[in-house]
């Protein structure tokens, strides 16, 4: 397509990846190539691969400590924007929440909360576990007794193959923790091992990765995140 | 303009001593998606002066570098849950986003700010990474090295200028004082051999 034969000449055409990330690319190229990478599942992972490959070479730069000023900024700009954390206390969360999903989303919650999936349970934590884009895609409710969750799907995931596999991070701790596999279609309830009951306390982090099927082989999160939120009290 | 003060590069490196393993940047990186601001902290302590100095190598221009750096780490905290671990590495997710916001500031500027030739790689020892990972980084290292010694001199240091610069094949050829489409070629058989090596 571009004059000088940079993009889409036949000999070419499998070195637009490299050539997107070596940066050799003028502005109009980059947007091209990157509104395919938004739909060429194999040009996006040609991408990562030679992102992979030739990322040893910024080894070769020095760091170089940005002045404190710089941080003060992002708190700034992260603080105004779209991914308010205390989501739960917002009333028009819940408004926005109610209107925009009510069928799916406020039936699961209903049925999770009223309907009894937690028998006799107080539900004293919950969780809602939002995609990149802030979406709910899961709410998860851990029981008065802190050894059974239940996670419920609130959006309707894309239908991938792999293994739904949700984590625990308790506070404080880097390592997630395995809680068990979930469906993306219908409520799971799941019975925290006794070691981690303790540690499902509001501020930990629940999240669900994407896993070959029959969960990670490692132990540790291998796939994406596709919905994560912190448990707070009800 | 030169940019980098040396005190400023001590600083940088030491700060770099405790950079984190792969796992605990991938687990903060899942904080992160789940809208833990003192997980972005930690990503920012443990990243922040290699992305800067990158920004600032292609940028070169503190304020710019600073600007593009702001930029990268809000979109770090929106982005956080596109990181797939089992694609990329957390700094080599973390390095594209910073490369990708600091060519496309270069590209927005007007003509070409900067023509003098740089040159392609500043001898400085690595920082050191997690003790965990020194060995399969170091010979990741060492396989691209290797690799881009077995190019001819010219070609790989193209290859190592735009990577490291974001310079478009007009400037580097511009630079090297060569025809476009030599430039192209060079590049373009440098990266088919560097492909080749790095999978043989």
Same mark, same amino acid.
């Given at each position: 397509m571009s004059a000088n034969g940079t993009i889409d000449s036949p000999d070419d055409g499998n070195l637009i990846a490299a050539e997107y990330v070596l940066g050799v690319l003028s502005a109009a190229e980059r947007r091209e190539v990157e509104r395919r990478l938004a739909r060429e599942r194999a040009l996006a992972s040609e991408v990562a691969l030679w992102e992979e490959r030739l990322t040893g070479l910024t080894d070769a730069v020095v760091p170089v400590a940005p002045p404190d000023a710089v941080w003060s900024r992002i708190e700034r700009a992260i603080g105004t924007g779209?991914?308010?954390?205390s989501v739960w206390q917002s009333l028009t969360f819940w408004r926005s929440f109610a209107i925009a999903s009510a069928t799916l989303a406020a039936a699961s919650i209903a049925a999770l909360v009223y309907v009894g999936l937690v028998p006799g349970a107080r539900v004293p934590l919950m969780a809602t576990l939002s995609g990149s884009a802030g979406q709910p895609n899961f709410v998860a409710s851990v029981t008065a007794t802190g050894n059974t969750l239940v996670i419920v799907p609130a959006a309707l995931l894309t239908n991938d193959p792999r293994a739904y596999e949700l984590w625990l991070i308790p506070t404080g701790e880097t390592r997630p923790r395995s809680l068990g596999l979930i469906q993306p279609g219908q409520p799971i309830r799941l019975d925290i091992p006794s070691d981690l009951a303790g540690r499902v306390t509001p501020d930990a982090t629940l999240a669900v990765s994407l896993e070959p099927p029959g969960g990670s082989p490692t132990g540790?999160?291998?796939?994406?995140?596709?919905a994560a939120g912190k448990l707070t009290n009800m | 303009m030169r940019v980098v003060q040396s005190k400023a590069i001590r600083r940088g490196i030491s700060g770099m001593d405790a950079e984190p393993s792969r796992s605990q940047l991938a687990t903060a990186l899942m904080r992160v998606a789940a809208g833990d601001d003192a997980a972005l902290r930690m990503v920012y302590q443990d990243t922040s002066a290699k992305l800067f100095g990158v920004c600032l190598r292609i940028l070169n221009d503190k304020s710019e570098a600073e600007d593009v750096l702001q930029d990268v780490y809000v979109t770090v905290w929106r982005k %956080?849950?596109?990181?797939?671990p089992g694609r990329a590495s957390p700094i080599t997710w973390l390095v594209a986003i910073a490369r990708n916001r600091a060519i496309d500031r270069l590209r927005s500027w %007007?003509?070409?700010?900067r023509t003098e030739p740089i040159e392609a790689a500043d001898a400085v020892s690595d920082p050191a990474p997690a003790a965990v990972e020194r060995v399969e980084l170091a010979q990741q290292q060492k396989r691209l090295a290797r690799c881009l010694e077995q190019l001819e001199a010219q070609h790989s240091a193209a290859i190592r200028a735009a990577f490291l610069d974001g310079a478009t094949y007009e400037e580097l050829a511009q630079r090297m004082n060569v025809p476009l489409g030599t430039m192209k070629s060079w590049i373009r058989r440098g990266l088919l051999k560097l492909r080749a090596c790095l999978e043989g």
């Open positions: 779209p991914r308010a954390p540790l999160p291998t796939g994406p995140v596709v | %956080a849950a596109d990181f797939d %007007a003509v070409t700010r």
